[in-house]
């Protein structure tokens, strides 16, 4: 029975170590203050005290820490399988290695403290660590993987979602540099205090004697705190390897078997047998591609939890269809991928980095060419193929100076892609921008063809804006990037309505809204679309082109 729920025990973990980080980042701050000087250092360290050393600092830094730990172990322990990517199981490495590095450190800054009664300060610190090889390096060491193992939890977190692309640079900066800096500063400290001890016997007045104390006691502390810690990860490792409530079979339409411990997951039993399993978004419940037909074995599963629940109502599963990664049965099972890796052509894509796409929020211009079969049937091919390419040239230079990308021409239409590069209000906009383009240059190009046009060429275009999954989808060299999801198919929807409205666009209010913009004067209707409880409120321009005076930037008043 699951006592706390997998997205609470994440969001505990998440949580715990933001907590974590923030300590970190600021401890490293204060060490690069040994580039200016000791003072400063030890001037920082004070007001850092101030909030980490008060009562309700240190609990919710050693909560944060006890927690964090203890959920480490815990996904250790839930973990099915210990095959993992080389990034999350440095993670966990860089994890279990911190407390045996740093007890020394937080025994002598905090416990020593607090049994003598005499603060450990900068001068202190420094010329213990900096008078002993072995000490400084395996307090840099430490900080190196403090923050390298904080760097791939955030990495793990971030990567996701929708403005990581656009700050990567600055944060892989970022993430190098504070480490170098933590680094010269502890070096330049230490050695100001080395000429400081050796010139003078001590650091200004003060000096470096304590009063005498029994080193037993602290001793005693620091191996107790070692053997603890070593006791929690090997007590972990070795629940793993005990039976967990028996076996499990789950068989395949092809006759293997995988013959796991109960609590597996169906995915998690096909990679440990080595059975290729579609998982786009690496099993985290987020897409459907890892669903299975259960065909024996479905009376008395535990039943879909939430986040499942709503993936395999959204996408109208019958009862005998579960997610492989979410679903874990408690007895043994016959399933059927219903996305096969090997018809599917994917099988050496799976695990690939960043094969899994990245959701991101956009927007989307369908645009279509209305009654043009009708004209095609009246001209030569070649002639056809000429005014089809004059067209779509339009269009991608329409969509290309408005900032955004063609992802596809469809027949006579287009699917063009914004935000790929710009924020999701500029993304707004720049659609807006390129149906105003389009709609002035088809006016061009039934000008120029007038005398050989029987009727002018009309459009139908829909704009939309929410999340999508990009990513890279095809085979071989005809693989590109492009997008999927419900933003996709309602912006095609909103444009099959501006057709049926006989006007030229069908653009949600969502999108104006999010862009900025004002454009009264044009019907508003509250549609129905498929798949939608709730209606979308949508705008029907009869005239795009009417609408570029709402994307002029105000009037200033200077």
Not at 6 to 23: C, D, E, P, Q, Y
Not at 262 to 279: D, T
Not at 353 to 358: F, L, V
């Amino acid at each position: 029975m699951t006592i706390i729920s997998a997205n609470r025990r994440k969001r505990m973990h998440l949580v715990s170590g933001a907590i974590l980080g923030t300590f970190v980042l600021a401890h490293f701050f204060n060490h690069s203050l040994g580039l200016i000087s000791v003072e400063a250092m030890e001037t920082a360290r004070k007001g850092f005290n101030l909030i980490w050393h008060s009562l309700p600092g240190t609990v919710l830094l050693y909560g944060a820490l006890l927690l964090h730990f203890a959920m480490a172990l815990e996904s250790i322990y839930r973990r099915q399988t210990l095959r993992m990517p080389a990034r999350e199981a440095l993670k966990i490495v860089f994890g279990l290695s911190l407390p045996f590095l740093l007890i020394g450190h937080v025994t002598a800054a905090r416990v020593e403290p607090l049994l003598t009664g005499v603060d450990a300060d900068y001068p202190d610190m420094l010329r213990m660590l900096w008078s002993n090889s072995v000490n400084a390096t395996r307090q840099s060491l430490a900080l190196l993987l403090v923050w390298g193992h904080g760097c791939l939890g955030a990495w793990f977190w971030m990567r996701g979602r929708a403005w990581f692309p656009r700050y990567e640079i600055l944060l892989y900066t970022v993430a190098i540099l504070v480490p170098i800096f933590a680094l010269l500063g502890f070096v330049s400290g230490a050695r100001s205090i080395e000429d400081g001890y050796a010139e003078h016997g001590g650091y200004g007045d003060r000096s470096y004697s304590k009063p005498p104390f029994d080193l037993t006691l602290l001793e005693d502390i620091r191996l107790g705190l070692y053997f603890g810690f070593g006791g929690l990860i090997a007590g972990t490792f070795l629940l793993r390897a005990m039976p967990k409530g028996g076996r499990i079979r789950v068989r395949y339409p092809d006759g293997r078997v995988a013959t796991v411990n109960l609590g597996f997951s169906v995915l998690e039993a096909s990679r440990a047998a080595g059975i290729a399993h579609v998982s786009v978004c690496g099993g985290r419940g987020r897409c459907s591609t890892c669903r299975v037909r259960i065909i024996q074995g479905l009376e008395d599963q535990p039943p879909p939890e939430d986040a499942e629940l709503a993936t395999l109502t959204r996408i109208g599963a019958p009862d005998n269809v579960r997610l492989a990664c979410q679903f874990r049965p408690v007895h043994n099972v016959t399933v059927v991928p219903i996305l096969d890796s090997d018809s599917l052509g994917i099988k050496k894509q799976i695990g690939r980095e960043g094969g899994e796409g990245r959701e991101r929020r956009i927007a989307v211009l369908f645009c279509d060419l209305r009654g043009f079969t009708s004209i095609a049937e009246h001209k030569l091919p070649f002639d056809t193929v000429f005014l089809l390419n004059r067209y779509f040239e339009m269009v991608g230079e329409a969509v290309e100076d408005s900032g955004g990308v063609i992802d596809k021409f469809i027949g006579d239409g287009a699917l063009a892609i914004f935000g790929l590069k710009s924020t999701y209000t500029e993304a707004c906009r720049q659609s807006l921008a390129a149906a105003v383009r389009i709609s002035k240059g088809l006016e061009t190009l039934n000008q120029t063809f007038r005398g050989e046009l029987d009727e002018p060429l009309r459009i139908a275009m829909g704009l939309h804006a929410g999340p999508a999954i990009i990513g890279e989808i095809g085979y071989g060299q005809a693989t590109s990037l492009t997008a999927v999801g419900d933003t996709i198919n309602t912006a095609s929807r909103l444009e099959g309505l501006a057709k049926e409205h006989d006007v030229q666009l069908a653009v949600s209010a969502e999108l104006v809204n999010r862009a900025g913009l004002v454009i009264e004067g044009h019907e508003r209707l509250d549609i129905g679309l498929r798949g939608r409880q709730a209606t979308l409120e949508t705008w029907i321009v009869g005239d795009a082109a009417g609408i570029s005076e709402a994307l002029q930037p105000a009037p200033s008043n200077a």
